[in-house]
C-alpha cells in the first residue's frame, strides 16, 4: 500500500528564515516523489519533482531511500510562498500509477 | 494550452439530493482522474481512467457515486444520493499517459456543500 505522511499541518516562518517541511512515505516498490502547492485561490500545481532533482522557486527535496522521506526545503522564504504544500507519491504501473497525497502542510510566512 | 475545465465551481445540495460534477481534460489526456478532498486534508483518489476504461475505482463508494467517461474525452462524476460527510471540492485531473513521468494537471475543482 502507498501512504504519505506530512506531520506538521502548520509551519510558521519569519521571511529570509528557513524552512523545511517534512515528508515520509510507505512504498515497498521504488517510488516517484512530487511536491505539489496550492496558492490561496488558485488550483493545485506541480512544484517538482524529485526524478529532475531541480530547484523550482529556490525550493529544493532530496529523496532519501534509507529514510522514507522527501523533505522540501527553502533556505530564506519569501511571503509569497505562504501557501498549501502537498507531498504526493506514484507508485508503479502495477498499482495503476496513481497519485497518492499527505494531508498538507500550510505554510505561512510572517514579514 | 488550454487546463483541466471543471464545472460547477460551487453547489450546495440537501442531503439525500443528487448531483454531478463535469470535467474536460487537457486535450490528448489520456489518463482521467477524479480526487475527493475533504477540508483539512489532501486529495483521496476516487476513480481514475485510461481513455474510456476504469484503471482503478477501488476507493470510490459504489452505493452511492458512480462516474463515467464514455467518449474517452470529458467525464461525469454523480453522487446520488448525497451524505452530509461529501460535502468536499472533487478535483479532476488528467496526464498524457498513466505511465507520464510526471505529475499531473488539475482543474480548480468543483466545491460541494450538503446541508
Known amino acids: 500500500a502507498q501512504r504519505v505522511t506530512q506531520p506538521e499541518k502548520l509551519l510558521s516562518v519569519f521571511k529570509g528564515a528557513p524552512v523545511e517541511l517534512k515528508c515520509n512515505y510507505s512504498?515497498?516498490?521504488?517510488?516517484?516523489l512530487f511536491w505539489y502547492v496550492q496558492y490561496s485561490r488558485q488550483r493545485l500545481q506541480l512544484l517538482l519533482r524529485h526524478i529532475s532533482r531541480e530547484s523550482i522557486k529556490g525550493f529544493t527535496a532530496d529523496l532519501n531511500k534509507g529514510e522514507t522521506s522527501f523533505h522540501l526545503k527553502k533556505p530564506f522564504a519569501q511571503e509569497e510562498d505562504s501557501a498549501m504544500y502537498y507531498c504526493?507519491?506514484?507508485?508503479?504501473?502495477?498499482?495503476?500509477?496513481?497519485?497518492?497525497f499527505g494531508g498538507g502542510t500550510r505554510v505561512l510566512v510572517k514579514p | 494550452e488550454a487546463g483541466v475545465a471543471q464545472s460547477p465551481r460551487y453547489k450546495i445540495i440537501e442531503k439525500r439530493q443528487s448531483v454531478a460534477f463535469w470535467c474536460n481534460p487537457i486535450s490528448g489526456h489520456a489518463t482521467l482522474y477524479w480526487y475527493q478532498q475533504i477540508l483539512g486534508q489532501g486529495p483521496k483518489l476516487l476513480i481514475q481512467f485510461q481513455n474510456n476504461g476504469v484503471v482503478d475505482d477501488s476507493q470510490l463508494p459504489k452505493d452511492r457515486f458512480s462516474a463515467e467517461r464514455l467518449k474517452g474525452v470529458d467525464s461525469t462524476l454523480k453522487i446520488q444520493p448525497a451524505k452530509l460527510e461529501d460535502s468536499a471540492v472533487y478535483l479532476c485531473?488528467?496526464?498524457?499517459?498513466?505511465?507520464?513521468?510526471?505529475?499531473?494537471?488539475f482543474g480548480s475543482g468543483t466545491r460541494l456543500t450538503v446541508v
Open positions: 504526493a507519491l506514484k507508485g508503479a504501473q502495477a498499482a495503476g500509477n496513481k497519485l497518492t
Open positions: 512504498y515497498s516498490g521504488s517510488p516517484e
Open positions: 485531473a488528467s496526464s498524457l499517459e498513466a505511465g507520464a513521468p510526471y505529475g499531473y494537471t
